[in-house]
């Protein structure tokens, strides 16, 4: 799983940075799906994507990485 905010900056960018190194491995004619809610938005603010977002959600920010 990914960590969540509430663990430290350390633990994260050790996830991030293992996720990148088994993607870099994969060799370039491949192709590389990764699945999940890594970046997934949280919070009450939905302004302008109230379609896809709905009205509710939990307080929290965002990480802010993403996957190469």
């Known amino acids: 799983y990914?960590?969540?905010n509430e663990a430290t900056e350390e633990v994260k960018d050790d996830f991030y940075?293992?996720?990148?190194?088994?993607?870099?491995?994969v060799p370039?004619?491949?192709?590389?799906?990764?699945?999940?809610d890594m970046?997934?938005?949280v919070g009450m603010e939905n302004t302008g994507i109230k379609e896809v977002m709905g009205k509710h959600g939990a307080r929290a920010e965002r990480s802010g990485r993403k996957v190469r």
């Not at 940075?17 to 491995?25: A, P």
């Not at 370039?28 to 999940?36: A, E, L, T, W």
């Open 2 to 4: 990914a960590p969540t």
């Open 28 to 36: 370039c004619r491949d192709v590389k799906i990764v699945m999940g």
């Open 39 to 41: 970046n997934a938005k």
């Open 17 to 25: 940075d293992q996720l990148q190194m088994v993607l870099e491995q």
